[in-house]
């Protein structure tokens, strides 16, 4: 079974520009999550999906972020403008539905960000 | 503020010491409780969760980890460890009625020495 995939790995970028991230969930999984992991803390939810609709953003910085999932499999995150304090590495991950019983989050390798 | 705390940001042990990290969360109610790893260069990745039935649950590679409800902890112990535990270990909590999102703690740095 492939796992959580994402891109790119690596993004630099300046103050002021913008960047999108992508990342496609493991095939059947309906529940999808943003996570943003700064250097030193643990991963700190942005967003969660459950197939193309949003469970909870209260997270999300929404006057610079933005994510999608319009056909309730791959999802997109946007960060317009960047700021310094957004380097950070940008997780992915994904769980089956969440009217199972039991479950756990898949996460793919991360896509790190750095702002100048 | 709700949280989940783990005491130590880096932790050294030689190779067949034992292991115990700690974990505590401040959320009341039923919780669901996770250890995640990361090794170097790779992707977070389950050791062991527990949802019910008996608080002391068996994960991946010998790991194991202890549910005490009254202290609301949930530390991660290995009797013996090796070299390729050398990661960072992360411990998460599912608070009631948050829709399986997962707070995290800060991680615990890891270095086995051979």
């Known amino acids: 079974e492939a796992g959580v995939a994402q891109s790119p790995r690596y993004k630099i970028i300046e103050k002021r520009q913008s960047v999108a991230f992508w990342c496609n969930p493991i095939?059947?999984?309906?529940?999808l999550y943003w996570y943003q992991q700064i250097l030193g803390q643990g991963p700190k939810l942005l967003i969660q999906?459950?197939?193309?609709?949003?469970?909870?953003d209260s997270q999300l910085p929404k006057d610079r972020f933005s994510a999608e999932r319009l056909k309730g499999v791959d999802s997109t995150l946007k960060i317009q403008p960047a700021k310094l304090e957004d380097s950070a590495v940008y997780l992915c991950?994904?769980?089956?539905?969440?009217?199972?019983?039991?479950?756990?989050?898949?996460f793919g390798p991360g896509t790190r960000l750095t702002v100048t | 503020a709700q949280s989940v705390s783990q005491h130590n940001h880096h932790v050294i042990l030689s190779e067949a010491a034992s292991l115990e990290l700690g974990c505590n969360y401040s959320?009341?109610?039923?919780?669901?409780l996770f250890w995640y790893v990361q090794y170097p260069g790779q992707h977070l990745q389950l050791l062991l969760k527990?949802?019910?039935?008996?608080?002391l649950v068996k994960g991946i590679k010998g790991f194991e980890a202890e549910f005490i409800k009254s202290k609301f902890s949930f530390n991660l112990r290995k009797p013996s460890v090796q070299w390729s535990d050398t990661a960072e270990y992360f411990c998460a909590v599912n608070a009631p009625g948050s829709a399986r999102q997962l707070t995290f703690g800060s991680g615990t740095q890891l270095t086995v020495l051979p």
């Open positions: 527990y949802f019910s039935g008996d608080p």
């Open positions: 959320y009341g109610g039923t919780v669901n």
């Open positions: 095939s059947g999984h309906a529940t």
């Open positions: 991950a994904s769980s089956r539905s969440l009217r199972d019983g039991d479950y756990e989050q898949y």
């Open positions: 999906f459950q197939n193309n609709g949003v469970v909870d």
